[in-house]
């Protein structure tokens, strides 16, 4: 999702960033005073920051609008708090992963492996790297509950939001280990990533965090199902368009190399539908393929061919249109206010186009 | 610190243990809805909780009663809360140090890859072990918090516990950084590890756990000063008498072979002092040795040897000593209750014994 065209996500950001320097500048000056051998632990953590789409947070700043919030500072706070918790789970990916770059930049753990092998320090690079960026996680982890705990929302309005925040939470991590089952234990249902994606990204990056905001505003229990019914769908097509873009997308709008998702070898949706639509031998020939590192051009166009001659692809796009018109419905029958219900419309919209 | 000789430990555990057990049961009834293949993880959960010492639950709790708390079962859930840190803090350690053995029984991540390999999963088990690992310390993370925010105690004393806890939370894992920085550019100055030793131990484990029972019976202003004079000679003494046992100490008690810290190659204060004390050949030749994996006994035998017979040995007994009479010392000033006080000075004795 580009920041560009999602003005409800747009009009979020600045006062989210505003938040977040506040909030940075004040800790790095705590950690400086640590030692300040860990000023390029806070610059790596700076850059991989200031990439981000403030998605999470939108949602929650608009399902606190939607229960009636008002334009209060305070629920900034809250709501950037939430990207402390994906730098965490994106320096964490990354190193589970093995993934040197993220958004086309060096990775976290590649940053801090560089910076051991400018100082010529002894021992392996890379393993420095990674046990850094471990580190440097957990920080975030450890801060995104300071900001959330310090926000200046009624210490009740806070509690409530305790149930959302945490499932939220367990949710990602449990989903996170699900994906990586799936990953080595080479199922081709379709059910394996329809939960890995329920968890990791429907759950995670839209239904909690507008509970959440439903819950600052005192209305979970009241808004928490019509959120699900538009989170969920709305969650789940916004990662199948993602899945289709890692095949077709173009590399010079994903910042990601042509095919990248099957060099890499994510059992996606859109995976286990053309594994199902092919024969025994076809199947065999493309589970060889998936996740090898070096694979060529042609091979990646004979895997994009499949996924489309199988009817794979027009199905996922499909599920995306159910999807969509859920997410639509859900919005059409809930009770919040309406230029929440115009933002998230537009946000529809802005996850799910074809173009990135 | 074996729990059987240090009743101020012992007399908080079953209390902090029933906290945990309750918790836990709740949590992973929710995991296990998410899927069922987490169980293992949940279990190797269970493992790692059930060998900790609740050291810092029982500082938490004296700290609390120091300042007139009473007997409430609530202060238990937020002291508790603490173990689910400290199994952050151990299970990503293992990870960043490649350690295959915790207390004498498999780490975290080796248990993690035997459920890999068991099941004959595609690709390499110990990067699954490492992925899961650095998964499961998140959750506990994540569950610290949930743990805290979760207890009975008032929400302005939650409030007040907030700025101990933070401090916590981020003085830990910038002192790991600092170690991880101290072990690979190989200096030999004792001030490295003083400062390592100030922030991963005497405030991690001692001083912040104290403060934070302070802060949660309101009088965090007042007792935080007296707490620290005592926590920080008392941390560091601790941390200490843990590295001359990690040279010197018997296998049988440790659970570790014996000079297990100089195969790891920890550059300990108790290094860096003997370091100081040898002639240049003699100190390379030292150098060279540690952190060999395959030492031989006769290596570690010389060694053990130079430690001794260069007076580092001495000299860090002589500093125990003197943090012990500084904690003391720290004691007998303060305003805390006489329990409290008797409980605290208890703990110096079982924290800083020759024999563990």
Redesign the interface.
Known sequence: MDSSYSSPIASVRPAVDAELTAFLEQ?SS??HR??T??AP?LQALDALLSGGKRMRPAFCYWGWRGAGGTEDPAVYTAAASLEFLQA?ALI?DD????SDTRRGLPSTHRRLAEL?EK?G???DAA??G???A??????C???C??MY??SALP??AL?AG?KPF?DM???V??????D??E????TSSTEAPQ?VMH?KSAKYTVERPLQLGAALAGRYEELAPVYSSYGIPLGTAFQLRDDILGVFGDPEQTGKPAGDDLREGKRTLLVAETLQRVDTTTSDRFQQLLGEPELSDPAVEWMRDLVESSGALAACERRIEEYVENANRALDRSRITDDARRALSDLIVAATARKH
């Open positions: 800790r705590e950690v640590i030692g051998e860990l632990v965490c964490h190193v589970i992963d093995n051991h100082a320090w002894r021992g393993e420095f990674r046990g850094a471990v580190l440097l996680g957990d920080l982890l450890s801060w509950e300071d705990a310090g210490a009740e509690r305790r945490a939470r367990t949710e991590m449990a989903g996170q280990f699900l990586m089952v990953q080595v234990r080479e939960r968890y």
